[in-house]
């Protein structure tokens, strides 16, 4: 995933388009890249016939990053970087001893901008350093987690998603070569809805728009779809920590499907073998250094994005999810997203080319 933008705007003359790339991106005069969050590769393939544009669309399945949630996932796509390189890394972020929320950047207390600058808690430009139009929600627009993963763009916000292709097809016929775009609303629904008739809505709803995106496209240009991450569904099936894992525990970070444990002085041990112990059959439960040597946040791992890490975490490989006092909202998850299941790491990559 973190490679698509490196791919797509590399320097003249040296890029090179991937073998994974669709094959409609190929020489395309224009792209337009389109991240639909939430629509994972095996949620779309068990609802093709909600998706029928998109579903006939070039292309396949690609990975996401770890931890599969939108504050990591967004950030790569945008900055070409592995999380362990740009250091977003999750929901619920440890920034010393105080755990900030990153999409609200803000905890129980209210906004931590001042605290914790976007451009230095995300010092990488997005998008190589261009300033490439963007296409997302204009509420989103003040936002520190905007000026985290998309400084510097020049935005183009809508305030219905009906707006989103005429703004496409105004960009591409005013020769822009490059435009992203961002939709929220599968993730929404699946969270607040789970699989169902509101999430097949949702989906017959984000096809249309599909369509009017590609109807948009201009000659030789191709709209190229991807997400941030897939989805399970929790609905009830959730984890109170047991006593004997929290004792050693000093506060949680993470959220329900990545939940990272941060050990009080000299316990780390003694929470990793209780946790171990109690949810080996439902989770994977791994230590910081192990997550780390394992790669999952990439080749590179800066100082900084490990202080950001807890000691202990917790994976659920079954549709579960680990709850933490403090990491609530306004109504209950009902699917969620952030472990390393198929079904949250695989994601779409999928083309349409006009040659009209």
Not at 13 to 36: D, K, N, Q, Y
Not at 243 to 271: C, I, M, N
Not at 288 to 310: C, H, M, N, Q, S
Request: charged letters at 20%; one cysteine or more.
């Amino acid at each position: 995933m973190s490679a698509i933008v490196p791919a797509l705007l590399g320097p003249q003359g040296t890029r090179v388009i991937p073998a994974w790339m669709p094959a409609p991106v190929e020489a395309a005069r224009s792209v337009v890249l389109l991240v639909v969050d939430g629509l994972g590769w095996h949620q779309l393939q068990a609802h093709k016939k909600f998706l029928p544009t998109l579903s006939s669309m070039a292309g396949g399945s690609i990975t996401t990053v770890a931890p599969t949630t939108t504050v990591t996932a967004l950030t790569s796509i945008t900055t070409g970087l592995a999380p362990g390189e740009h250091g977003m890394m999750g929901y619920r972020m440890d920034m010393g001893r105080q755990v900030v929320q990153m999409l609200r950047w803000a905890d129980d207390k209210g906004d931590l901008r001042t605290s914790y600058p976007p451009e230095i808690v995300q010092p990488t430009p997005p998008f190589m350093g261009s300033a490439i139009p963007v296409v997302s929600k204009a509420e989103f627009d003040s936002t520190a987690f905007t000026a985290a993963h998309l400084r510097g763009t020049r935005s183009f916000g809508w305030r219905a998603a009906s707006s989103i292709a005429v703004t496409v097809g105004s960009l591409l016929r005013a020769g822009h070569q490059f435009v992203y775009a961002y939709y929220d609303g599968v993730d929404k629904i699946a969270h607040e809805r789970g699989f169902g008739d509101f999430y097949e809505a949702e989906l017959r709803t984000v096809d249309r728009l599909i369509g009017d995106i590609a109807e948009q496209l201009t000659p030789d240009s191709v709209l190229l779809v991807t997400a941030d991450h897939g989805q399970v569904h929790v609905g009830d099936n959730t984890i109170v920590p047991h006593p004997d894992v929290v004792a050693g525990v000093s506060y949680q970070s993470g959220e329900g499907r990545f939940r990272w444990l941060h050990a009080k002085g000299g316990a780390t041990e003694d929470v990793l073998a209780a946790a171990k112990s109690h949810y080996a059959d439902v989770a994977w439960v791994v230590s910081r250094d192990e997550a780390i040597d394992g790669g999952w946040f990439g080749p590179r791992v800066t100082d900084a994005a490990r202080k950001r890490l807890g000691d202990v975490a917790l994976l659920p490989f079954t549709d579960t999810s680990f709850e933490d006092a403090g990491d609530t909202g306004p109504f209950q998850l009902v699917c969620r997203h952030g472990s390393l299941t198929e079904a949250e790491v695989d994601v779409p990559l999928l083309a349409f080319r006009s040659n009209a």
